[in-house]
Antibody, heavy 121, light 106 residues
Framework: QVQLQESGPGLVQPSQTLSLICTVSGGSISSGSYYWSWIRQPAGKGLEWIGRIYSSGSTNYNPSLKSRVTMSVDTSKNQFSLKLTSVTAADAAIYYC?????????????WGQGTMVTVSS | SYELTQPPSVSVSPGQTASISCSGDKLGDKYVCWYQQKPGQSPVMVIYQDTKRPSGIPERFSGSNSGNTATLTISGTQAMDEADYYCQAWDSSTAIFGGGTKLTVL
């Protein structure tokens, strides 16, 4: 049973960089059938896609966040990560990592439990 | 940029059929997924590739997609189905989520 677990600081200062890691257990991040993704959800609001990464390191980002987002993958640790620069209060949200199953029309089939990030000095 | 539009809320009586719509330009040309999110929980995929149900999702959940509208249908709605539902599609390698629909089972 594949599981995803987000980790990282729950509090980030304005203008600083938000850094999160997603650890994949129960399966290999290097499988060719998946992308790996980050999605966020501000309190009381809807889901916003941040980006996705393939095990090769190939990425696609949300155009609205592209200038501030970097995703990377560490296959040796079975992890992928998110960096979001120059954060503001608008970046406060629950951040989810998720698996994208390519053969199923690129559906987000497995989600992590989410980690809450607060932006405050 | 591409947008998916959902009604903010839908109400249904227990045992009745609930329908949640998701509209977007030529949406029928894309695959649509639906996710259920209960308070304090992560989203769960309930429909993928327009009509397919993942293992473990009850048969009362079904989906369709044609023209500019995709629909999630819940037959014989139960109290446990009360949740937020999000549609999602891909446009030019970008994932798009609808704004979400709160389903209330009265």
């Amino acid at each position: 049973q594949v599981q995803l677990q987000e980790s990282g600081p729950g509090l980030v200062q304005p203008s600083q960089t938000l850094s999160l890691i997603c650890t994949v257990s129960g399966g290999s991040i290097s499988s060719g059938s998946y992308y790996w993704s980050w999605i966020r959800q501000p309190a009381g609001k809807g889901l916003e896609w941040i980006g996705r990464i393939y095990s090769s390191g190939s990425t696609n980002y949300n155009p609205s966040l592209k200038s501030r987002v970097t995703m990377s993958v560490d296959t040796s640790k079975n992890q992928f990560s998110l960096k979001l620069t120059s954060v503001t209060a608008a970046d406060a949200a629950i951040y989810y990592c998720a698996r994208i199953l390519i053969p199923s029309g690129h559906a987000f089939d497995i989600w992590g439990q989410g980690t809450m990030v607060t932006v405050s000095s | 940029s591409y947008e998916l539009t959902q009604p903010p809320s839908v109400s249904v009586s227990p045992g009745q059929t609930a329908s949640i719509s998701c509209s977007g330009d030529k949406l029928g040309d894309k695959y649509v997924c639906w996710y259920q999110q209960k308070p304090g929980q992560s989203p769960v995929m309930v429909i993928y590739q327009d009509t397919k149900r993942p293992s473990g999702i009850p048969e009362r959940f079904s989906g369709s997609n044609s023209g500019n509208t995709a629909t999630l249908t819940i037959s014989g709605t139960q109290a446990m189905d009360e949740a937020d539902y999000y549609c999602q599609a891909w446009d030019s390698s970008t994932a798009i989520f609808g704004g979400g629909t709160k389903l209330t089972v009265l």
